[in-house]
C-alpha cells in the first residue's frame, strides 16, 4: 500500500488488490459459517436485530407491490452498513480479541466519519432510486406511483406483472452498483480507517479484477438474502451474520 501527498489536496490512499479464482466466494462462506459457529450469540444478535429491520420495511411495504418492492431493494442498497458489527466481530476473532456484543458495537467508533460517509453515499443512492422509481412508474411503465392512503392503509395493486418485473430490474441494476461500491468498503473503513472515497475506489478495483468471481459472490448474496426473505425473516437470523463474516474474509483477501 503507498499513499500519494498533494499540497492543499486529501490524502489518497492506494490499496494493493489481489486476485482470486472464481470459487473462492464458496470459501468466504465456509469461513464464515465457521465464525458464526465459534462467535454464536453475538452475531446472532446482529443477525436478529437486521431480520426485525426487514420485518418493519416488509410491513411498511406490505400494502402495495410498489411499495413491497421498494422496501426489498431498499433493504439491498442499506445492507452493507449492516454488516459494521459482523465485519468488527470477525476482525476481532481472527485478532484473538473478546468477541461480545457490546464489542461488536466498537466497530462504529473505530472509524466514525468513514462509517457516516460510506453510509451518506449509499442513502443518496437510496434517494436517488427512490425519485427514479417514481418517474420509471408513471413515464415508462404506465404505473402509477401509490398515494399517501393506499399506503398508509392499503389498496389495490395497479401494476402489472411486466411493471413489476421491469421496476424490480432496474432496482436490481442500482443494487448492483451499490454492490461493486461495497464489496471491501465496509471492513476496510473500520480495519485500516479508510476514507468513504479510498475503500469505494478499493471495492471498484477489486470488482473489476475479479469480475467472474465478483459475479459469482453477488449471485451468493442475492440468493441468500431471498432465502431469509422466502422464511418470512427467520432465516435471516442466519443468513445476515453468515454474509457478514464472509464479507470480511473477502476483503482479507482481496486486499493486499
Keep these: 500500500m503507498t499513499t500519494s ?3 492543499g489536496k486529501p490524502v489518497t490512499r ?3 488488490i489481489r486476485r482470486v479464482p472464481l470459487r473462492q466466494p ?15 450469540t453475538a452475531g446472532l444478535a446482529h443477525g436478529a436485530l437486521i431480520a426485525i429491520l426487514g420485518a418493519v420495511l416488509l410491513m411498511l411495504g406490505s400494502t402495495h407491490l410498489y411499495l413491497t418492492a421498494a422496501a426489498v431493494t431498499s433493504y439491498l442498497l442499506v445492507g452493507p452498513v449492516m454488516t459494521t458489527g459482523l465485519c468488527e466481530l470477525a476482525r476481532r476473532r481472527e485478532a484473538k480479541e473478546p468477541v ?16 457516516v460517509h460510506f453510509g451518506g453515499v449509499l442513502a443518496l443512492i437510496a434517494v436517488v432510486w427512490f425519485v427514479l422509481s417514481a418517474v420509471l ?21 395497479e401494476m402489472s406483472a411486466g411493471q413489476l418485473l421491469g ?3 432496474c432496482g436490481a441494476i442500482l443494487a448492483g452498483m451499490v454492490f461493486a461500491v461495497s464489496v471491501v468498503s465496509v471492513p476496510l473503513i473500520i480495519d485500516r480507517h479508510a476514507g468513504a472515497s ?16 465478483m459475479l459469482l459472490w453477488a449471485a451468493l448474496i442475492v440468493a441468500m438474502t431471498a432465502l431469509g426473505f422466502l422464511t418470512l425473516l427467520v432465516g435471516m437470523v442466519i443468513v445476515a451474520p453468515l454474509l457478514g463474516y464472509a464479507t470480511w474474509h473477502a476483503y482479507r483477501d482481496l486486499i493486499g
Excluded at 137 to 157: D, F, I, R, Y
Design 198 to 213: 479510498d475503500a469505494i475506489r478499493a471495492s471498484l478495483r477489486a470488482t473489476a479484477a475479479n469480475l467472474p468471481a
Design 100 to 115: 461480545g456484543f457490546d464489542e461488536s458495537l466498537r466497530g462504529l467508533t473505530r472509524n466514525p466519519d468513514g462509517l
Design 14 to 16: 492506494h490499496f494493493e
Design 167 to 169: 421496476y424490480v430490474g
Design 137 to 157: 412508474l408513471q413515464s415508462v411503465l404506465n404505473a402509477s406511483v401509490p398515494s399517501l392512503a393506499v399506503a398508509l392503509w392499503g389498496g389495490a395493486a
Design 5 to 7: 501527498v498533494s499540497a
Design 26 to 40: 464458496l470459501e468466504w462462506l465456509d469461513r464464515g459459517w465457521t465464525d458464526l459457529k465459534e462467535i454464536r
